[in-house]
């Protein structure tokens, strides 16, 4: 399982979901998980980025269809609980707890960044 300096993930487990810590960078040149970062505070967060510009909600809903798509929940399973114009922000996937947080551990533990335009891993 991937650990962070203090062995603490950037999501919890609940029993209708997972609540996922994000910082966002948008316009970063691609879709993709970049793995997990440590605030100043002490606090994990997953290291995403997205092609959209943060306009209009454009770089939040990629952001959400990112990690629908790398979990394998419904898109409609996915929402923006906090930080609509921060970097960083709170995820909710609604759905099996124990088996989103296994889809991202085996992401991180893959190394994964995400398909391109052509399928392929980046």
């Given at each position: 399982m991937p650990q962070t300096e203090g062995n603490e993930l950037p999501?919890?487990?609940d029993n209708d979901g997972v609540t996922?810590?994000?910082r966002l960078t948008p316009k970063g040149g691609r879709d993709a998980i970049d793995g997990i970062g440590e605030l100043s505070d002490g606090r994990s967060v997953l290291l995403a980025r997205?092609?959209?510009v943060p306009e209009d909600g454009a770089a939040n809903q990629a952001l959400l269809k990112l990690l629908?798509?790398?979990t394998g929940v419904p898109a409609s399973?996915?929402?923006l609980v906090s930080g609509h114009t921060s970097r960083l922000k709170t995820v909710r996937l609604a759905g099996e707890g124990s088996g989103i947080a296994e889809a991202l551990t085996a992401l991180l533990a893959a190394g994964s960044r995400g398909p391109n335009k052509r399928g392929k891993k980046a």
């Open positions: 999501w919890r487990i996922i810590s994000v997205v092609r959209s629908a798509k790398a399973a996915a929402d």
